[in-house]
Every structure is written in structure tokens, then in C-alpha cells.
């Protein structure tokens, strides 16, 4: 269960999504997912399914075909679950950066999964937390 990278939420719920609203996002986001080359948590999924249904949201939200169909692709990756030692480490880990605790979470589900990288909009755009790198894959693109 290693991947060098991790996908936060908001990646997944762009590649998703995200084509008629945030073009170039979506095409960012669909290039990483493509790539199976990564991992998720099982938060992650948990925060997809909640937001892609969630017409506040999404609009339109996704069906539940499309829904079933996204959450049965990722299951194909790496996925961490989340357990007593992730969300302690989650804790120290939202302390010690003075960040939030779903964030930390996020986290420490990278560094459980041994990535380098953590792809999120986020979390500070290069900021090194622990041995996790956050990247903002978004960063070069024009705003929508």
C-alpha cells in the first residue's frame, strides 16, 4: 500500500466535475488521476461521495451510477484507512502546523502511505510537513 503521491479531495471532485466550470482545473486534475500513480484515504473517498451528491455543491450533482463508477475506480489505488494512530498523528500533526484537523488527517494518511507529495489547493504550495511535500497542481493555471 506506497504511493509517492497523494490526492486530496478537492483533485478528485475537479476531475470529476469539474469540466464545464473549471476547465483547466478538470484537465489538470483528469491528467493526475490518469496517471494511476497515487493514493487516497479512505476520508478522501468519504469527502468525494459527500461533495459530487451535494447539489450546494455541485451543480449538478453527479448521479449514482456516476457515483458508484468514481468510488469503484479509486479502489483500484492504494488507499489508507483511517485508524487510532492516523488521527493521533493527525492531532500532533494539526498542532504542530497550526492547520486543521481533516487537513492533518490528510496528512498523516500521506505519510502513512510513504508519499513525497501531497496535490491539494489547500495546504501551503510547497510547504514541507514532516517528510510530505504539499504541491498545489493548480498554481500555473489561469483563473477560471
Not at 11 to 21: E, F, K, P, R, W
Amino acid at each position: 500500500m506506497n504511493a509517492r503521491v497523494f490526492l486530496d479531495t478537492n483533485i478528485l471532485i475537479y476531475a470529476a466535475t469539474g469540466n464545464g466550470v473549471h476547465p483547466a482545473k478538470y484537465a489538470r486534475a483528469e491528467q493526475l488521476v490518469a496517471s494511476a500513480n497515487f493514493g487516497i484515504s479512505m476520508q478522501v473517498v468519504g469527502e468525494f461521495v459527500r461533495n459530487v451528491q451535494n447539489p450546494k455543491k455541485i451543480n449538478p450533482p453527479l448521479g449514482d451510477d456516476e457515483v458508484d463508477a468514481w468510488v469503484e475506480r479509486l479502489f483500484e489505488f492504494p488507499v489508507v484507512e483511517v485508524d487510532r494512530e492516523v488521527v493521533e498523528r493527525a492531532i500532533l500533526i494539526q498542532r504542530r502546523y497550526g492547520i486543521g484537523f481533516w487537513d492533518g488527517q490528510i496528512l498523516a494518511a500521506a505519510h502513512r502511505m510513504g508519499a513525497d507529495t501531497l496535490y491539494s489547493e489547500d495546504l501551503g504550495d510547497g510547504q514541507l510537513y514532516g517528510s510530505v511535500r504539499c504541491e498545489n497542481p493548480f498554481r500555473n493555471l489561469a483563473p477560471a
